[in-house]
């Protein structure tokens, strides 16, 4: 087992992000190509892939009322700061609003879906009456891979990306269920890099208070409070992280201007990870130590399933998020390596198929849906039961089952991506 490499794979896979991460990534790509045009932009051309699409459309972008990736290019090439990564447009000041504002409706934003295969890709160009500007990420948020300046290619963009020595086969030859457990069962904070773990307990905690003392969006956290006071819902373990964790989503999709750690390029999915394991511990009075290697693990446990199913996708990735946090609440409560392998079955036996239709506010009523599952799982796998191998995408070796997940994932997502963006992109018509 490689611990320096564990390490670097949970920085590597865990970010701070503002906002939902596909309009910061367009804001982002945006940002570079402006950081290389010579004077001020003022026509924005994007062009990007079904799911950055579908995700962009509706989250709200922090610091503003707005929705959308034209929004999203026009202020980071006003005042996007490159070396904020996904907190890109975080020091936008009134005055860069209004100027991306003008831009976009006075018609200077020109959108389109692009025909590259990627299911991440973004590319932006810039121009104004003597000079043009180019870049493009794709694979992953921050992976810029091309930066053009007056239409000639800049060599530093394609070898920076090329020298990423943290790759999705290096997380895969890295990664199983046996070595997450040993890792977390033996990790030391003194001497193990888990910086970004910290970051996750207490800036995802910080966001679940912010939506739950606002009014954001569905307001999901906020409802199951009322619904427990009102005598509908109960007041126990389970419904106050599903509430923590509702809450937290909450703030995210409607453009809270905080931060969240987020999880294989989500912030939705680095809630997820987090908060049901934090509320748990809290609610149950079990010590810090333990809930830190339980936050760990549901963390590597989603970094694992996600390193052959991608960043984006047609299903939902709170699913996966969803199904680290079963296993971190199992190791939470005492479980095994044996038990662990049971929760991910009953996970992906429950509520794999959730459908990814964009980015957007009810992004938390799903989050709570995952969460009362996890606990669900988790208290199944504890008493030894779980989805027999005989049903379903279930097979015994639990790590079968998360290759199956991924085969829907990957080969069903092209047409049921279509489809939806079509559907998407019909509102309003």
Same mark, same amino acid.
């Given at each position: 087992m490689n611990r320096t490499l564990i390490c670097q794979i949970l920085s590597h896979e865990m970010m701070l992000a503002t906002g939902c991460t596909e309009p910061a990534a367009i804001a982002l790509t945006a940002a570079? %190509?402006?950081e290389h045009l010579v004077g001020e932009p003022t026509h924005v051309k994007v062009l990007a892939s079904v799911n950055i699409i579908k995700n962009a459309m509706a989250a709200g972008i922090p610091g503003t009322e707005c929705t959308g990736m034209n929004y999203a290019a026009a202020l980071g090439a006003v005042c996007g700061r490159v070396e904020r990564r996904l907190q890109v447009v975080d020091g936008a000041s009134p005055e860069d609003v209004a100027r991306a504002l003008e831009l976009v409706q006075s018609g200077h934003v020109e959108m389109g879906r692009t025909k590259e295969p990627d299911k991440l890709y973004v590319e932006v160009e810039l121009t104004n009456d003597a000079h043009q500007s180019r870049a493009i990420i794709r694979g992953a948020h921050t992976n810029v891979t091309l930066v053009e300046a007056d239409h000639k290619a800049l060599e530093t963009a394609a070898q920076e990306a090329a020298a990423d020595p943290i790759t999705p086969q290096v997380i895969k030859d890295t990664l199983s269920i046996q070595t997450i457990y040993e890792f977390v069962e033996t990790l030391d904070r003194e001497k193990d890099d888990l910086h970004m773990i910290e970051q996750a307990i207490n800036i995802n905690s910080e966001i679940a208070k912010v939506g739950a003392e606002g009014n954001f969006g569905l307001n999901v956290g906020r409802h199951i409070r009322k619904s427990q006071e009102s005598g509908l819902m109960g007041s126990d373990v389970m419904l106050e992280a599903v509430a923590v964790t509702s809450s937290a989503a909450d703030a995210r999709m409607a453009g809270a201007n905080a931060p969240v750690v987020t999880n294989s390029g989500s912030g939705n999915q680095g809630i997820t990870a987090t908060m049901p394991i934090v509320s748990a511990a809290k609610s149950l009075k079990i010590d *810090?130590?333990?809930?830190?290697? %339980?936050?760990?693990?549901?963390?590597?446990m989603s970094i694992h399933i996600h390193a052959d199913f991608g960043l984006l996708s047609g299903l939902c990735g709170a699913t996966i998020a969803a199904t680290g946090a079963a296993c971190g609440l199992v190791y939470l409560l005492g479980g095994g390596l044996q038990q662990i392998g049971y929760a991910v079955n009953n996970m992906l036996g429950d509520v794999t198929g959730m459908l990814c239709d964009?980015?957007?506010? *009810?992004? %938390?009523?799903?989050?709570?849906?995952?969460?009362?599952?996890?606990?669900?799982?988790?208290?199944? %796998?504890?008493? *030894?039961?779980?989805?027999?191998h005989t049903d379903g995408i279930v097979e015994k070796d639990p790590e079968v089952t998360i290759a199956n997940f991924v085969k829907l994932g990957n080969d069903g997502s092209p047409k049921m991506d279509d489809l939806v963006l079509d559907m998407l992109l019909q509102k309003g018509r």
């Open positions: 570079v %190509a402006r *810090d130590e333990q809930m830190f290697r %339980a936050v760990t693990l549901s963390h590597l964009g980015a957007k506010a *009810d992004c %938390a009523l799903k989050i709570s849906t995952c969460v009362f599952t996890s606990f669900h799982c988790a208290a199944m %796998a504890l008493r *030894d039961e779980t989805v027999k």
